[in-house]
């Protein structure tokens, strides 16, 4: 009788699931280097080295629309992409936002617009992923573009004293992104309850 023959045990498939690679990819390291960037801002803002938080920013800034055009036109779009990318904008703009206010370089009711329409944003995002057992999909809008682009101008016109340089087109900045942030997260919040009224809440099937 010949003797069995041993067949070499063959490897585990390899876990379906988010790879290091996709991770690191270009755009998202580019992501990754924004929040890190952060502290540095920070710290920047707290030794009064505007200039310098000019320079920094204006990098920051400069990474959020290369990743995403990296992103489109090499096809390196992921999910984690889509969610970090804004993160880091949020997490950037409302840091700049809350330090700049305590500096009294920008008025707190243009922080109190900001804050609550991210807050709105967020909480509603999640109460309808509870709600619903499904995640709403995360599409800017124009308005919403428009709003993150304002406030960017308004950091860098912080930054550069534009107050002191030109009053009148600093407060006319002010008030365009008061405006446009308001409508943004309005219609944010339409888009979000018009999501909501084609879905059946989980908790009722």
């Not at 270009?26 to 030794?47: C, D, E, G, M």
């Not at 008025?107 to 617009?113: D, Y």
């Not at 919403?144 to 950091?155: D, I, N």
Request: proline share 8%; with cysteine; glycine share 8%.
């Amino acid at each position: 009788m010949p003797p069995a023959s041993i067949h070499p045990t063959p490897p585990p498939a390899p876990a379906h699931g988010l790879a290091f690679g996709q991770l690191l990819n270009l755009p998202n390291a580019l992501t990754l280097a924004r929040i890190v960037s952060i502290p540095f801002f920070l710290a920047l803002l707290s030794k009064h080295r505007y200039t310098d938080a000019l320079y920094l920013f204006g990098a920051a800034a400069l990474t959020d629309g290369l990743d995403g055009a990296v992103a489109r036109w090499f096809d390196m779009r992921t999910e984690i992409g889509a969610y970090l990318d804004p993160f880091a904008d949020k997490l950037l703009l409302v840091s700049a936002f809350v330090v700049l206010t305590i500096e009294n370089s920008i008025p707190a009711w243009l922080l109190g617009v900001v804050l609550i329409r991210d807050i709105v944003i967020v909480f509603g995002y999640f109460m309808f992923a509870f709600f619903t057992g499904e995640r709403p999909p995360m599409r800017p809008t124009y308005l919403g573009k428009g709003s993150t682009f304002l406030q960017l101008f308004c950091v860098i016109g912080a930054l550069a004293r534009a107050g002191l340089k030109w009053p009148l087109c600093w407060t006319g900045l002010l008030y365009l992104t008061l405006a446009v942030t308001a409508s943004a997260g309005l219609h944010y919040a339409y888009q979000g309850l018009r999501w909501l009224s084609t879905r059946e809440p989980e908790m009722f099937e």
